[in-house]
């Protein structure tokens, strides 16, 4: 006789709190925004770079650029969460 085993809905807690398991959203570590972060600060770099060593200025222009969507995309799964 094969009996089969549902997937268990809820979930208890030491505290008696009932979770919900099926639906909840994957985890975001606030700590992922420092990837934002630190693009923009690089593009910032670069920006004072180019006055001094006369690099071009489109770089920074990216980077900021890219930093910002990084930053939105991740501004954007943590506020879906």
Do not use: C
């Amino acid at each position: 006789m094969h009996t089969s085993q549902q997937p268990e809905q809820h979930k208890q807690t030491s505290l008696n709190i009932r979770v919900e398991t099926s639906e909840q959203v994957p985890t975001l570590p606030v700590a992922y925004f420092g990837m934002a972060v630190g693009t923009l600060a690089f593009s910032q770099t670069w920006r004072v770079a180019e006055r001094g060593i006369r690099f071009p200025w489109e770089f920074s222009a990216y980077l900021g650029a890219i930093g910002l969507a990084i930053w939105s995309v991740l501004l954007l799964a943590y506020i879906a969460k």
